[in-house]
Nanobody, 115 residues
Framework: VQLQASGGGSVQPGGSLRLSCAAS????????MAWYRQAPAKERELVAR???????DYADSVKGRFTISRDIAKNTLYLQMNSLKPEDTAVYYC??????????WGQGTQVTVSS
């Protein structure tokens, strides 16, 4: 199972980015998938997750600004990030739990929000 994250970059506050996570070796439709992030000197934290049934949860800090979605045909997970703030600066990782007790992480993509 491999996850390839992309779409990070540098934007000004208030800007937008869309992250993508292309999965191989697993069909994402029935799986729990998520986006995490880790800022310098901080622990990795959950940003958003979507279950196989389509239930979605967001961290309070991103509610109303970020949207997690998936394209089952493309086997790809997305994170649309709007109204970005400097505190959103972090490395963003995608995650999949594909078998009970087994999971996989993407390589991370850097998001920098700065004026």
């Amino acid at each position: 199972v491999q996850l390839q994250a992309s779409g990070g970059g540098s934007v000004q506050p208030g800007g937008s980015l869309r992250l993508s996570c292309a999965a191989s070796g697993v069909r994402i439709g029935p799986k729990l998938m998520a986006w995490y992030r880790q800022a310098p000197a901080k622990e990795r934290e959950l940003v958003a997750r979507i279950t196989g049934a389509g239930s979605i949860d967001y961290a309070d800090s991103v509610k109303g600004r970020f949207t997690i979605s998936r394209d089952i045909a493309k086997n790809t997970l997305y994170l649309q990030m709007n109204s970005l703030k400097p505190e959103d600066t972090a490395v963003y990782y995608c995650y999949v739990a594909y078998v009970v007790g087994r999971d996989s992480w993407g390589q991370g993509t850097q998001v920098t929000v700065s004026s």
